[in-house]
């Protein structure tokens, strides 16, 4: 059993101190929120499990840590400046403002199902294509109800700031925070490969904050404003790109799996061609099932990573090389970013595939399909984050059976001392021994050790599984090793 809804996540999320709505003591900032001791815990465990899978474990791909505002030129080339946007409709009778492309789509859908029902041999209605739902007022508004709407129009989604003390309106000082981090690596591209040296194919990942101004950000920390990405961009030759990808596709899909998220909750999603950003050949999502609590099981899944098939566009856009007819697309560039192949003796632009993943949306799908109730022998509902133990914040809770023996809690401490140096531990002592574990088990920490009277006999404890709730007891001091070996079982 996974989480109900997201809801669920949201009251545990504050409860335990995963996740937090940010400038809560000023009312808040709309979907901002701030990860705490265990949130920040698990967004680094996603961060390091997903950088070693990519950049440790195999032998083809360097890291990079680029800056979030960049010169503007670059994404005047990357084509974000002009097409960076999300479509806004206004309802003209309560002044609410929509993202176009939601209300339509959920619109077209329902007409669409309508029309079957009525006639199960009908085709999709095509008309509603390009915005003709708002155009001829057919498009409910979700707030008042009403029909009365104003023209779609686009609206770019990067944040725009100014560098150094010049005038707001200088234009010359104007920058964006960064939407996407790949783009840091695209504009690195011969850096690398001159001080690394690699061949095709090779990768460059990188681990960052990316910043789109959402016109409807919501649900928790699924859509927000200031997110972090983890990006790869993995550089082939044309004519190996699609099978490349299609590799990529299937490790990504299994690397959700072998971090915990369970099969039944992934799915994959071929972006329709109408759908692709305008640099894509292809692009395969993963989704996860975020919205299990919808009734119609379409709209139980959304967007947890992109794998996208870049083409050569991003290559060949930021190079000051011309094109085969003499133009340059780019006047403004300082480099030639296409490659040499010492293999074919030719010269051409790398293909780019990407795997693109969000941390929040990770974290969110790790704490949702870890989310389980059981009950008690005294009838009570207890929550159990049954996490992966790579990802679970505290691995190990210390906890003396009395706190008033100096004894017992000075092996209790000295236990979590011994402990610490591989795993994190923590030493608890501020309750009973039920509700320390009832604790732990809601924060998902896989083992409580408990230390009592006994042990001071025979040198031995108590160790509790968080997911069996069976009890052992283990020789302190074959305690290191056993958690070691139970941990990565
Ligand atoms: N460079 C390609 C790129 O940026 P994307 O699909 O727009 O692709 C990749 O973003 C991932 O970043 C998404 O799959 C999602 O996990 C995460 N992401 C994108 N926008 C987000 C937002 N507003 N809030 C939280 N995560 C977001």
Redesign the pocket.
Known sequence: MSAPSIETIVSLAKRRGFVYPSSEIYGGLGSAWDYGPLGVELANNVRQAWWRWMVYERDDIEGLDSSIILNRLVWKYSGHEQTFTDPLVDCRECNNRFRADKLHEAYRQWRNAQLRREDPDTRDEIFLTHWEGFRKNLIECPNCGKKNWTEVRPFNLMFKTHVGATAEDDPDALVYLRP?T?QGIFINFNNILNTSRRKLPFGVAQIGK?F?N?VT?GNF?????E?E?M?MEYFVRPGEDEQIHQEWIDACNQWFVNIGISPDNLRLYEQPKAELAHYAKRTV?IHYRFFPEREEEERQWD????I?NRTDFDLRTHSKKPEEDGKRLNPDSTEDLSYFDEQTKQRFYPYVI?P???V??TVLALLMDAYTEKINDKGETRVILKLHHSMAPIKVAVLPLAKNKPEIVGMARAIKRSLQPTVRAVYDDTGGIGKLYARQDEIGTPFCVTVDHQSLEDEAVTVRDRDTWEQERVKVSDLPTYIRERLSS
Do not use: H, K, V, Y
């Open positions: 996407e790949a990316s789109r959402e950000p920390i699924f859509r927000t404003r997110f990405q990006e999502d967007e947890l990573m992109g996208a990407e693109a993943a969000g929040n949306r």
